[in-house]
């Protein structure tokens, strides 16, 4: 997570945390629900719940840059490249990284039974990023 708030960041707003995992001094818990939110930081960390509403997370990551809430919105996503809400992905960030492995969360002893990516939707999307990832 360092090494993503020093690269990508830093990160002003975490959108969608809770106390225990927040990895920003300001976050939306389930209480503030960060899909009512502005995204008003200039960076934001989002690592969505992963179940069938996180479509709803993408498209709000995608407009809050899109819409100029927000400079850039860096995601830690399942790579489900066959949804439907993949797609918005596709055709709007800026940079996709495939993570290596299966990413552990908190505590576990496993890994997540799925692959991961660092997806990152920006409004300049400036060249440096290109060459790292798959862009659309």
């Known amino acids: 997570m360092a090494v993503l708030d020093r690269e990508l960041g830093p990160f002003g707003l975490d959108v969608c945390a809770e106390a225990s995992n927040a990895v920003c001094a300001r976050w939306y818990g389930v209480a503030e629900d960060g899909l009512a939110q502005r995204w008003d930081a200039g960076c934001c960390w989002m690592n969505p719940p992963y179940g069938r509403g996180i479509g709803r997370w993408v498209a709000k990551a995608a407009a809050s840059v899109r819409d100029g809430d927000c400079q850039r919105v860096?995601?830690?996503?399942?790579?489900?490249?066959?949804t439907r809400w993949?797609?918005?992905?596709?055709?709007?960030?800026?940079?996709?990284?495939?993570?290596p492995?299966?990413?552990?969360?908190?505590?576990?002893?496993?890994?997540?039974?799925?692959?991961?990516?660092?997806?990152?939707?920006?409004?300049?999307?400036?060249?440096?990023?290109?060459?790292?990832?798959?862009?659309?």
């Open 74 to 82: 860096v995601c830690l996503l399942p790579a489900r490249t066959d």
């Open 86 to 99: 993949w797609q918005v992905v596709r055709t709007e960030a800026a940079l996709v990284r495939f993570v």
């Open 101 to 136: 492995g299966r990413v552990k969360f908190g505590e576990g002893r496993w890994g997540a039974p799925f692959p991961s990516a660092v997806v990152v939707f920006d409004r300049t999307a400036w060249p440096s990023l290109t060459p790292l990832g798959w862009r659309p």
